[in-house]
């Protein structure tokens, strides 16, 4: 799967709206440990996160290289870096169906050393974690990812014993490290715990008061019509709607210009409501593999952003307009994109 974090515009948008409001007061916070540290190696929670409205917290051990903007990294904390840890979690949560707005990213350190905190660094951890969790009133759930994060929680009640209301699911880390092992039974029980951790994050997610994010209905049981993209070609993969019966197709004839529309298209644009409806720009909300990505002032936008092809954008823009939400496919990743207010 393409990792998001690669596309420049991507990366831009996510680094020009790091202030938005749900996001700002974490932001501000890392703004803080920065000063305090001198230095800004604490990486930043992106916006496509939940921020203040999460529901999940999931601590790792450390920023990685990839968190460094300075270093060719993105500047943010983010299961869409160009990791193999990131984009596992990432898979991690896209199966057991958790979106990125349900979810707020930390570290049991937060600075970036890229090697195994100390004690005195883990305890240096503790009011950063705590400052997070107190910024989250939503929270439900706490992952510990790895022996790190296990201890600094440790520490944590030590300091703060009312933390133990929160419910907290404790497991490995997503780096290919923690499941060195020369035995292969031990290797899979560690991959089956922190598969087991997720399916149970998600189940309780699901039976507590829902996402203050998640007014989409249930994707799974909503009709879509998705485009598969190969090379310069759009092929419509549910069943393709015969046009010439709805009165709305082009008439074009060998060696006419493109300008030639049919008649009945033609009048329908003298319909001022028609017509309105024609030329309103739409926002639209986009999830990839279920997990929440953006909000974009257009299709157009949402395209070029996201690295798709802008030639495919108009005729998909025709069945988003009637559906109101679509999928539109291209190479592994399904993209679900629905009509929302103009922003």
């Known amino acids: 799967m393409a990792r998001l974090m690669r596309n420049p515009e991507f990366r831009q948008r996510q680094w020009e709206h790091r202030f938005d409001h749900h996001i700002a007061p974490i932001n501000q916070y890392v703004d803080t440990l920065r000063k305090v540290a001198g230095n800004d190696s604490v990486p930043y929670v992106p916006p496509m996160y939940g921020g203040?409205?999460?529901?999940?917290?999931?601590?790792?051990?450390?920023?990685?290289?990839?968190?460094?903007?300075?270093?060719?990294?993105?500047?943010?904390?983010?299961?869409?870096?160009?990791?193999?840890?990131?984009?596992?979690?990432?898979?991690?949560?896209?199966?057991?169906?958790?979106?990125?707005?349900?979810?707020?990213?930390?570290?049991a350190y937060p600075w970036y050393i890229?090697?195994?905190?100390?004690?005195?660094?883990?305890?240096?951890?503790?009011?950063?974690?705590?400052?997070?969790?107190?910024?989250?009133?939503?929270?439900?759930?706490?992952?510990?990812?790895?022996?790190?994060?296990?201890?600094?929680?440790?520490?944590l009640l030590r300091k703060y014993p009312e933390m133990s209301r929160l419910r907290v699911l404790d497991t490995y880390h997503t780096s290919s490290r923690a499941f060195w092992t020369k035995d292969p039974i031990e290797r899979?029980?560690?991959?089956?715990?922190l598969a087991d951790k997720f399916i149970q994050a998600g189940k309780i997610l699901q039976i507590e008061t829902p996402s203050v994010f998640n007014t989409l209905p249930d994707l799974s049981t909503s009709h879509h019509t998705t485009y598969e993209v190969t090379g310069t070609s759009a092929i419509q993969v549910d069943t393709i709607r015969n046009e010439k019966n709805r009165g709305e197709v082009f008439g074009f004839h060998e060696g006419q210009k493109n300008q030639n529309i049919s008649e009945g298209v033609r009048k329908s644009?003298?319909?001022?409501?028609?017509?309105?409806?024609?030329?309103?720009?739409?926002?639209?909300?986009?999830?990839?593999?279920?997990?929440?990505?953006?909000?974009?002032t257009s299709l157009r936008q949402a395209f070029k952003v996201l690295g798709l092809p802008d030639s495919k954008h108009i005729p998909f823009r025709i069945k988003l307009k009637q559906a109101g939400k679509q999928s539109f496919s291209y190479g592994n990743d399904i993209y679900d994109f629905e009509i929302i207010p103009p922003l």
């Open 52 to 107: 203040i409205k999460a529901r999940l917290l999931s601590v790792l051990r450390d920023p990685g290289p990839k968190t460094q903007d300075k270093i060719g990294g993105s500047g943010f904390i983010c299961m869409e870096n160009d990791d193999s840890t990131a984009e596992r979690l990432s898979n991690l949560f896209a199966g057991v169906n958790i979106p990125a707005e349900d979810i707020v990213p930390w570290n």
């Open 114 to 155: 890229n090697k195994k905190p100390t004690p005195s660094e883990l305890e240096a951890g503790i009011l950063p974690l705590k400052t997070i969790i107190d910024l989250l009133p939503n929270l439900t759930v706490l992952m510990l990812h790895g022996g790190e994060a296990k201890h600094l929680w440790k520490r």
């Open 269 to 296: 644009w003298e319909d001022p409501e028609i017509r309105k409806k024609r030329m309103q720009k739409n926002a639209v909300k986009v999830h990839r593999h279920g997990t929440f990505i953006g909000d974009f």
């Open 188 to 193: 899979d029980r560690r991959k089956k715990d």
